[in-house]
Each structure stands twice: as C-alpha cells, then as structure tokens.
C-alpha cells in the first residue's frame, strides 16, 4: 500500500495545492465528485440516500455531493446534524445546496436516517477532536439502528484520525472514502474497526506537496516483509548467519531469557549466547541445549551486576548483535551495566523491557553509543523514554517515538496493538496482530526475533519492522481454528519457522 499521511501532513498537501493551481475549493468539488461515485454506485434510482451533514468542509464533501447526485436523478436527502454549515466552504456549498435536495433538521430525522437505504456520514473529518457530545448521540444510535449501506466521507464520525482513538457510538462504516491519502488514524486500533473497505481517491493534490514531509510513513506488508529477508547462502555455516549475545534473566524472571532466546534461534541466526544468573543457566539448560551459556556475577537478590561488563564486551567481539533487557530486572547496578555496555559495545544492539527501564535514569549516554541501538518499548516505556505520561504517548504515539529516534539517532519500535518501527525519517507501521499476544512473554519474542534478524546483518529498520510483522502473523498462524485465548508464547514460537516458510515461499 502507498503512503500513509498524518492529518497534519494532510494540512499541509491541500494547502500546498494552491502551489499548483488546484484551490481549497476545487478540492472539495473533488473530493465530493469521489465521495458521489461511490454513493451513487451503490444506490438505485428508488434508494433512500440520506446524507448526514456536520457544520465544517466534512459536511461541505457531502452538500457537494448531494447536488452531484441530484443531477445525475438520484434523491439525496441532507440531515443537518450541528445546525448550519459554518466555513466558508461548506457554507458556500450550502447556499448552493440544488433545491430539489430535501433538507432535514436531525432532531426531526431519527427515524428517517434509520430507513435510509444508503446512509453517508459527512458530520466530522479530520477536524473531529475530543468525544462525541450528548447532544449529537442520538443521531450516532440511530445511525447504529440503520441497516443501509453505510458510508464515511473521509473518516467516520467519531474516530480520530491523528491517533485512532474512537468513541464507541462512532459511525461503523462499510466503506470509508478517504481522500489523496490514508489518514494514519484509519489504520489503527480501534479506529480501524468504524471503517469498513478503506477507498483511497484521488482528488487531484500533486504529489510534489509531499516531497517536504517527514517522516515518511508506509505500511509494512508482505511485499516488503519478502524482499527485507536477506539471502541465504546455501554453503552457510553457523557463522554464516551471525550470532547474538543477550543479557537477560535474573532470579526473578527466567522465562523471559528463555523465550528470547527460543524466538531468536527459531528466526534464523546461527549461534546464541545467553549471559546470565546462574540459577536462570541451571534452570534453562536443562531444557534448552540450542544455546551456549554463560554465568554472571549477581547481588544477593539474584539481578546482575555491572562488573560483568567487560566479559560481555569481550564476547561482543565475536558476535553481530548485543540484546540487553528480557527478564534483566532493574536495579542501580543494571543501570550502571546498560550504560556501560551502550558506551562501549561495537555491535548493533537491542534493548527491551528492563534494559529499556535500566536506561532511563542515563538516556543521554545513548549519544554517546558507538553502534545502532533498537529500543523497543511498549507504551509505558515509551512514556518513561520520553518523560511523560502514558496518556500523552496515546495521543500522539508516533509524534514521540518519531521525536525521540531524532533526537538520540536510535530506531524504535514503539510496540502496541498495532506497532510503529521508526528510524528517523522514514516510518513501517505494522498492523498483524491478535490478542493472542496480549500476554507475557511477547515482548521477550519480540526483542529475540529483532535481535535474530540484526545478527544476520539486516538493517536496524527492516529488522524491527520485520520483527514485529513476524510476531503478528505467526501469532495469527498459530491462532488458525483455535481460541486467541489459549495460545501461549511457546506456541508462536513453534510456528516460527512454518511463518517462515510461507514467507519465503509467498509468491
Ligand atoms: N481543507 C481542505 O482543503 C479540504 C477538506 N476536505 C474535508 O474537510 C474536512 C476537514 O474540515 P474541517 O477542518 O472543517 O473539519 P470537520 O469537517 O471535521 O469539522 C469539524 C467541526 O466539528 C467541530 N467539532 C470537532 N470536534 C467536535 C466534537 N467532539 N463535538 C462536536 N463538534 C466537534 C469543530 O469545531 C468543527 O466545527 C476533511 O475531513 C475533508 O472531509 C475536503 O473537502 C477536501 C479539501
Ligand atoms: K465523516
């Protein structure tokens, strides 16, 4: 799929227009022209075709198109739903509104919205902030009562298109019409759901508007998942395909060293070293023999300590990737590990979970980082990262895991529902998911995977975005005829290599 634009780059390209002689004007006509076509193909001469009207440019698309389907001898009716229109445009839209067009007030026109055999919600567009107010809700269970087609004017009402936030009364959409671009919004969780088909149209802003916009954001899909798996040479040995170090586990926390490390070897790298606790060595070779070991010194309550450092270093000059974090705990000492290892460490590394947390307290020794660093938090780290709340990360989480790869010169995969792999300018989102992975452990499969791929030499972008797209849609794979609730890691880890399988061989 193409491009994706934040509304404020959408801002930017309908101004920017101008620049190329099509007006703010002459963009509604075309956006009203598309939003028509689609109408009017899924009505009939004898549809009941009611478009709901709000005050801004949304509600002007559809007065526009009113008049366009008027014409061609259809019989749009328009619903006023926040009394007149109020720009100039849709106010000019109104004045010209054709006269055969049946004009309603909503409060009159419950019923008549809940027969309509083609409903067109055209109340808010990007201009929509905040939730759905008392006095339009009945409108929005009306519109839930209908059983036309339903279709959105560039969004649907209730949904917010800079963070897919959505009140739960928003307009569920068959088919969303959207225009020039995909509004990031539409494409995440929950907003994802009110839209239905997503149709892009074009309405005639030249792609030269967007040549100053940054970043860049795209999805991250199949097509591009093939073409980031490197080549495997088939007289590779297990040095071939590289080798990663993790430091991870302590006393408290096993499992989450050992589901790394499984997710890590099942995703192709060729050695695995585990640097850890004793007791998380004792625990785990027992089980798993893929992997090499090595005991580090800990305090008395089992977490590592920082004079481990320099042996991990040392081992770091044989490997391709360092993973820091799974199962790490957080203490000072772990703090003064992190910083070290970041300072000192020559290889790309990764850093999760604890490692994320252990490097908070120090975060500006990442400028000081001879090597790519991944960081690869959930939205509470995210917010530690970032010195924020985690309310404020939900409201723009792109905007800070954009700013805080820019500022530091690191890729973040700010990981979620749906997952942002970013590296400075450019942008992967990663929507393969199923609540399959709302459990522990997925973190500690995530970071092993991205690790995995950087050992094998992919870049820092690919490998993240890569990693999460291998997550989902081994989650989903693993999930095929059986409950999201009974999947457990060690399940998608055993589908790892039939994911991989169906991805090299995808045609
Ligand atoms: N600007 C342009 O050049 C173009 C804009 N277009 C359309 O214009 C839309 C954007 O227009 P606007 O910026 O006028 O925004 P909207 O049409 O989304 O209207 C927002 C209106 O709703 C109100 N509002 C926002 N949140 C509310 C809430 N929670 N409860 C009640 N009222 C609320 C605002 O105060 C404002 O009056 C786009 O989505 C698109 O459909 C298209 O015509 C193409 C060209
Ligand atoms: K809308």
């Not at 919205?113 to 006095?135: K, M, P, Q, Y």
């Not at 590289?242 to 050695?271: N, Q």
């Not at 320099?310 to 000492?333: D, N």
């Not at 990693?467 to 457990?488: C, M, V």
Request: charged content about 20%; aromatic content about 6%; hydrophobic content about 40%.
């Amino acid at each position: 799929m193409d491009r994706i634009l934040t509304v404020e780059q959408m801002t930017f390209c309908e101004h920017e227009a101008e620049k190329y002689g099509v007006s703010l004007a002459q963009l509604m006509d075309n956006a009203a022209a598309q939003l028509a076509e689609v109408i009017a193909s899924n009505s009939s001469a004898s549809s009941k075709i009611v478009l709901l009207i709000g005050k801004g440019n949304n509600g002007g698309d559809g007065l526009v198109a009113a008049n366009l389907l008027a014409e061609q001898g259809l019989k749009p009716a328009v619903v006023l739903c926040c009394g007149e229109p109020d720009t100039d445009l849709s106010s000019a839209a109104y004045a010209r509104l054709d006269k055969s067009v049946e004009v309603l007030k909503a409060e009159n026109a419950l019923d008549f919205i809940e027969d309509a055999d083609v409903l067109v919600d055209c109340i808010f567009g990007t201009g929509f902030h905040g939730s759905l107010r008392e006095n339009i809700l009945p409108v929005f269970r009306a519109c839930k009562k209908c059983e036309g087609m339903k279709i959105a004017c560039n969004l649907p009402s209730g949904v917010n298109a800079r963070n897919g936030q959505a009140d739960k009364l928003s307009f569920k959409a068959d088919v969303t019409v959207t225009f020039h671009r995909g509004k990031l919004g539409l494409y995440l969780q929950p907003a994802v759901d009110f839209c239905g088909e997503i149709l892009v149209k074009d309405i005639g802003i030249d792609e030269r508007c967007e040549n100053t916009l940054y970043p860049v954001i795209t999805p991250f899909d199949v097509v591009k998942a093939r073409a980031s798996l490197p080549f495997r040479p088939a007289d590779g040995h297990k040095g071939t395909f590289g080798k990663v170090v993790s430091v991870a586990g302590s006393e408290s926390y096993i499992g989450a060293a050992g589901l790394s490390a499984m997710a890590a070897m099942r995703t192709g790298v060729g050695l695995f070293e585990l640097c850890t606790a004793k007791s998380v060595v004792n625990s785990l070779s027992a089980g798993m023999y893929e992997c090499t070991y090595s005991a580090m010194k800990t305090d008395k309550d089992g977490f590592m300590v920082a004079e481990n450092a320099e042996t991990i270093l040392k081992k770091c000059e044989k490997a391709s990737s360092l993973l820091i974090g799974c199962g790490l705990g957080h203490t000072a000492e772990t703090e003064k590990l992190v910083a070290e290892l970041i300072e000192k460490a020559e290889i790309p590394i990764v850093l999760d979970a604890d490692g994320i947390n252990s490097l908070c307290p120090n975060i500006d020794v990442l400028l000081k980082k001879k090597s790519t660093v991944i960081l690869t938090p959930h939205p509470a780290e995210l917010a530690r990262l970032c010195g924020v709340t985690v309310g404020e990360v939900m409201s723009d989480r792109l905007g800070f895991a954009y700013r805080l790869s820019e500022k530091y010169g690191v890729t973040v995969l700010a990981k979620s529902a749906d997952t942002f792999a970013v590296d400075g300018g450019k942008v992967y989102l990663c929507t393969e998911g199923t609540t399959a992975l709302a459990k522990g452990g997925s973190g500690d499969m995530l970071a092993g995977i991205v690790s995995s791929y950087v050992a094998q030499g992919f870049d820092a972008l690919d490998a993240a975005a890569l990693g999460s797209f291998t997550l989902g849609s081994t989650a989903l794979l693993a999930g095929y005829k059986r409950s999201e609730r009974g999947i457990i890691a060690r399940d998608v880890i055993d589908a790892l290599p039939r994911f991989l399988y169906d991805l090299e061989n995808a045609d």
